[in-house]
């Protein structure tokens, strides 16, 4: 097991329980005297991200593929083995499948009718359940071989997944911060905007690891320890999708709206380099000169709100919504500090029962 393990980290887990699959189905296959092609085809789509997946997925894929495998047979008894017979196979497939609600199962049924094509003999019904027979072979095969090999451990990925984009959205906090000065120097709008989608996109996509892992539970046991130590991933993850909201906001507000006055502009300015500080350090931990700069905040929020009652209370003042998005910013990097706080207890806890 060991050298599976070696040989996961050099090709990775989900190309090697790939390799796995094929090979094993292939061997199911030489023993019953099976054609390969539709076994293996089956095995090589049905390995998912996690093993709830392709169980889900088996149940769809079979049937699919029983259809795809009968418009083979049908048009090739009415035209033969030529070009119409393929079109009329793959667009046969597609349509049922996706009037039956069997798209997971579209891909592989397509394959198995168009491949099946140059195969089908005078036996048509042995045909039929011969394909049928490696095709349940390759789902069977690849949705074992997802369950009981090689068991998906999302939760380091995850880890340092969220460690790494909280530290990209605390440069990209300071980065907006200095943007919404008047006179900055070396402003990159454009580009501070690509690298906020492009963290949106990242924090989604661990959003899905965290998907597969919870899915993964139903399936495999663990440790209370890794189950804990998954809840404060997850709920870093919810801070780190509510800064990504805030710090939207504070990149979207437009250029002509920027701040001039001195004071302001130095407060702002000194207040996103501690906040870019805070997520720098991975426990998040906070200085007294940061807690100065937040009350600072509090205070010029507090000195705008007769101003907003003085006049029309649909208008918010530029400055006005830049600190309160600040002083949310803030609020979440208090939450995230302690959930961090948290975790390290538990895992200083956990690490002196064990020894």
């Not at 997850?234 to 509510?242: D, E, G, H, V």
Request: hydrophobic residues 40%; glycine residues 6%.
């Amino acid at each position: 097991m060991t050298y599976i393990h070696k040989l996961k980290h050099f090709v990775g887990g989900r190309i090697l329980k790939t390799g796995i699959a094929v090979f094993i189905t292939a061997l199911i296959c030489e023993a019953l005297a099976w054609p390969a092609m539709f076994a293996v085809i089956a095995a090589i789509v049905t390995i998912e991200p996690t093993a709830a997946n392709s169980i889900k997925k088996a149940f769809v894929r079979f049937p699919a593929s029983g259809i795809g495998a009968g418009y083979a047979i049908l048009f090739y008894i009415g035209f033969g083995d030529n070009p119409v017979t393929y079109t009329l196979v793959a667009l046969a497939t597609i349509i049922t499948c996706h009037k039956l609600h069997l798209d997971d199962g579209i891909l592989v049924a397509t394959l198995t009718g168009v491949a099946m094509i140059t195969t089908v003999h005078d036996h048509y019904l042995s045909s039929f359940l011969v394909r049928l027979g490696t095709t349940i072979t390759g789902l069977s095969v690849s949705t074992l071989v997802n369950l009981l090999v090689l068991k998906p451990n999302y939760t380091p990925a995850i880890s340092e997944k969220i460690r790494g984009l909280l530290k990209e959205t605390g440069l990209l906090i300071e980065r907006s911060g200095g943007e919404l000065i008047k006179g900055k120097m070396h402003a990159n709008p454009r580009q501070t905007r690509l690298t906020f989608h492009k963290i949106v996109r990242e924090v989604e996509r661990v959003g899905d690891l965290c998907s597969y892992q919870k899915e993964e539970w139903k399936y495999h046991h663990y440790k209370r320890k890794d189950m804990r130590h998954f809840y404060y991933e997850n709920r870093k993850l919810k801070i780190l999708t509510q800064l990504t909201y805030h710090v939207g906001n504070l990149i979207f507000i437009p250029s002509h709206k920027r701040i001039a006055n001195q004071d302001k502009s130095s407060l702002i300015l000194s207040t996103v380099r501690n906040m870019n500080e805070v997520l720098q350090n991975e426990e998040y931990d906070m200085t007294q000169e940061h807690h100065r700069l937040v009350d600072r905040l509090f205070d010029q929020l507090a000195e705008r709100i007769p101003a907003i009652n003085e006049t029309d209370y649909h208008i918010l003042s530029t400055d006005t919504v830049i600190f309160y998005e600040l002083i949310a910013i803030n609020d979440l990097l208090e939450e995230l500090a302690k959930i961090e706080h948290h975790a390290l207890k538990h895992h200083d806890a956990a690490a002196k029962q064990h020894a």
